[in-house]
């Protein structure tokens, strides 16, 4: 290993190996990283999509829709808000029309749309 002349080139090339495994290991979670970020953040937009959506369907909910919640889901899609004025933009990252409904019920209401690249989960392409 070590002796009177200083590193071999035996010794320097392991070292160097072993500087080189960690390096990459690193770059490789810094990508894992940065690409969780990269998608909470694009979750993060959506999800304001789907709240904007739910918004307006408790606006149409309470001051336009003529029968009271039960426990059945009622369907409110962009054209029912589109007639009171309370459809929302609905518009991905890179400008793309996106389409989507709310389904709601005495208790909950809840946002759904879809994207090029985003879907809520539990989305039903038949109740738009």
Known sequence: MLNKKGWGLREMLVLSAVLIIFLMVAIYYIYRLYGDL????????????????????????????????????LTITRGNLRNYNLDVELKDKDGKACSGYVKANKDEINGYIKCEDYETDGYESWRE
């Open 38 to 73: 990269n998608r909470d953040l694009n979750n993060n937009y959506y999800y304001d999509l789907e709240a904007k959506l739910e918004g307006q369907a408790r606006v149409y909910i309470d001051d336009y829709l003529t029968q009271d919640l039960d426990n059945n889901y």
